[in-house]
């Protein structure tokens, strides 16, 4: 009797442990706090993959910050989400089931009830009483210098941070979460501002357009260069120009000054004294201050040279009205520049030579030069420009996609 009452009692043990068990484990879906098809498309900060049902509820109230969940009933994927599910979007998805903390007993958490942890652990009940908080991620790194604003968001072990510092800045090491919860050590490090410096930053790199950072009043600002010759140890800098940017020594000469009758300048005067007009592409930036190097006619087109930001005629303006034919046009439209207003111009053969015109566009983007003067028909006089500083455009940049953002390799 007393062996058939021992079986008995062994066998309704058996029955409570199973009830507690399938409570956890089993895969019904039958709660009312659910509702079905439906999935969250905003990206979670926590997944966790083969969990049954209870258990991806009961991982929710057991994080902090966890306020609603979405659950795969095909593949057990348990995904955490930091505010109610009326906050996000969702879409309907038959495998899937969409759930709020706030509608299920929190009980079910058991020591857990009232944890703790941090917003980068878990609490997991070890007894009726105690818990401990088990690390599953790596918070924000908004703490670092030259690092992005701090984020609230966890990553989980093992997730590896893209870009984890500022604009302009690179990390010297790949930044991963550590078991530990803290991320790997790593430095931010300015990208390159010029294209020496990134060919050291990557000598993978070959001549093309590139994003450099420069540096303004302690504000490092993106700007879009093509870097040339970088096979070589004479790597330079250049700001590509989508307008039409000319300078002009003109081939036109005044026939009569009471008239302003113009014709073109006999060959020998143009060929002796290197008249004609120079369409740059492209202008050389020097590497401090945002300095043209107004010589280089690298990427220009020309008869006779005519350097940027240059302009004049071979005209003798002596008791006349008539207007210096010389020309220039500096157009930015389109770069990562406006033209400083710091910029100079001076006269060539002073005092014969004018300056007749020197104007700026309301944004900066467009200067306009109209020049002239000789000393004599065969001396051309006009303007040039003494220094020529660009400065970052604060108010437009071109696509993000028309240049290359460097990857430093590290070593």
């Not at 068990?21 to 083969?50: A, K, R, W």
């Not at 991806?56 to 109230?61: H, L, P, S």
């Not at 290197?274 to 280089?296: F, P």
Request: aromatic share 12%.
């Amino acid at each position: 009797m007393y062996r058939i009452r021992c079986l008995m009692d062994t066998v309704i043990m058996l029955a409570y442990v199973s009830v507690i068990m399938c409570h956890e484990t089993c895969t019904h879906l039958q709660y009312p706090q659910l509702q079905h098809g439906e999935q969250i498309t905003n990206d979670s900060y926590l997944v966790f993959d083969d969990l049954y049902p209870l258990q991806c509820v009961k991982t929710c109230i057991s994080s902090f910050v966890c306020h609603a969940f979405d659950y795969n009933v095909r593949t057990g994927t348990c995904s955490l989400y930091r505010r109610p599910s009326g906050d996000y979007v969702t879409g309907e998805n038959l495998n899937y089931v969409i759930g709020d903390v706030a509608d299920w007993p929190r009980s079910l958490a058991g020591s857990c009830v009232y944890h703790t942890c941090p917003v980068n652990a878990l609490c997991s009940a070890i007894s009726s009483s105690r818990y401990v908080c088990d690390v599953v991620g790596c918070l924000g790194t908004g703490d670092k210098t030259n690092t992005l604003s701090g984020d609230p968001a966890v990553f989980q072990v093992g997730y590896e941070l893209g870009d984890v510092c500022k604009e302009g800045y690179y990390a010297n090491t790949t930044v991963v979460c550590q078991h530990d919860g803290n991320w790997t050590a790593f430095t931010c490090l300015r990208l390159p501002s010029n294209c020496a410096e990134l060919q050291s930053c990557n000598t993978s790199y070959r001549d093309g357009e590139y994003w450099l950072y420069h540096s303004d009043q302690g504000t490092v600002k993106r700007m879009k260069i093509f870097c040339y010759n970088m096979t070589t140890l004479n790597a330079k800098d250049y700001v590509t120009l989508p307008y039409f940017n000319f300078a002009s020594r003109s081939r036109y000469v005044y026939s009569n000054y009471s008239t302003c009758t113009t014709v073109l300048a006999d060959p020998d005067t143009i060929a002796d004294h290197k008249l004609g007009d120079t369409e740059y592409l492209k202008v050389q930036l020097r590497r401090s201050k945002l300095r043209i190097a107004r010589g280089d006619t690298t990427f220009a087109n020309y008869t006779h040279k005519t350097f940027y930001g240059t302009a004049g005629d071979a005209n003798i303006f002596v008791n006349t009205t008539c207007p210096a034919l010389g020309q220039f046009r500096i157009d930015l439209r389109n770069t990562s520049f406006t033209v400083n207003r710091t910029s100079e111009w001076i006269l060539h053969l002073s005092p014969w030579s004018v300056m007749e015109n020197i104007t700026f566009s309301s944004n900066n983007q467009i200067v306009d030069g109209l020049c002239g003067g000789a000393r004599k028909p065969n001396k051309p006089g006009g303007c040039r420009s003494s220094n020529v500083f660009f400065e970052i455009n604060n108010h437009y940049q071109p696509d993000l996609k028309s240049a290359v953002i460097p990857r430093c390799v590290m070593n």
